[in-house]
């Protein structure tokens, strides 16, 4: 199955800025994206971008994260500025192949502290 490696999740202060990539192990993905699921809430989507790099983004994050993807190397960045406490949560990377199944990533932590 695909595999999503995550990377750069962590402790900042608010108004901080982190940077999390995410790695599948296939290529041509159909849509990537990060969902965050803080304790006691359902998971949400943060934002996604598809093939064609059309994004989308929840609208607590809107001018704020910035969602980026490299095709050729099926890879996802999430470039998060302004962070604020709000932002604490588990982050997980997500995939969702042309034929339907969607994989999830291992989730990374990010905390804001204020």
């Known amino acids: 199955q695909v ?5 750069g999740g962590g402790l900042v202060q608010a108004g901080g800025s982190l940077r999390l ?8 993905l159909k849509t990537m994206g990060w969902y965050r ?9 943060v ?3 598809n093939f064609g790099g059309r994004t989308n983004y929840a609208d607590s994050v809107k001018g704020r994260f910035t969602i980026s993807r490299d095709n050729a190397k099926d890879t996802v960045d999430l470039q998060m500025n302004s962070l ?19 994989y999830w990533g291992q989730g990374t932590q990010v905390t804001v502290s204020s």
């Not at 990539?21 to 041509?28: D, E, G, K, L």
């Not at 604020?84 to 969607?102: F, I, K, L, R």
């Open 47 to 49: 934002a996604d971008i």
């Open 84 to 102: 604020t406490p709000e932002d604490t949560a588990v982050y997980y990377c997500y995939a969702q192949v042309w034929g339907g199944d969607a």
């Open 37 to 45: 699921q803080a304790p006691g809430k359902q998971r949400e989507l």
């Open 21 to 28: 990539s995410c790695a599948a192990t296939t290529f041509s």
């Open 3 to 7: 595999q999503l490696v995550e990377s």
